[in-house]
């Protein structure tokens, strides 16, 4: 069985910043994409950043430039450091993983339970 433990959510102010910090345990053979989501009340979940196993990335067009998304191969981990944080960053943020369990599987989709981030003075 695999889980996504987030951790890093809290209250802050505008213009500040956080870390956001994901690790995904059990039986795992390999993981493929790492990323996170957001999703504020009343509206959808929607990407946030995404990182491959290679190293590449992707970012919502609103968060890039403030939010960098990086990740641990060896750890399993994935975390999302994001700067300046406005009033509409403010959601609850899911990590998710393309994970592998066994060499002659398919990789499979997982799910944090989600940590909330609120920005407001």
């Known amino acids: 069985q695999v889980q996504l433990v987030e951790s890093g959510g809290g209250l802050v102010q505008p213009g500040g910043s956080l870390r956001l910090s994901c690790a995904a345990t059990g039986t795992i053979s390999d993981i493929g994409a790492m990323g996170w989501y957001r999703q504020a009340p009343g509206k959808e979940r929607d990407l946030v950043a995404v990182?491959?196993?290679?190293?590449?990335?992707n970012y919502a067009n609103s968060v890039k430039g403030r939010f960098t998304i990086s990740r641990d191969n060896i750890r399993n981990t994935v975390s999302l450091q994001m700067n300046s944080l406005k009033p509409d960053d403010t959601a609850v943020y899911y990590c998710n993983a393309e994970v592998r369990t066994h060499w002659l599987d398919m990789r499979r989709i997982y799910w944090g339970q989600g940590t909330q981030v609120t920005v407001s003075s």
């Open positions: 990182t491959t196993s290679g190293g590449s990335t």
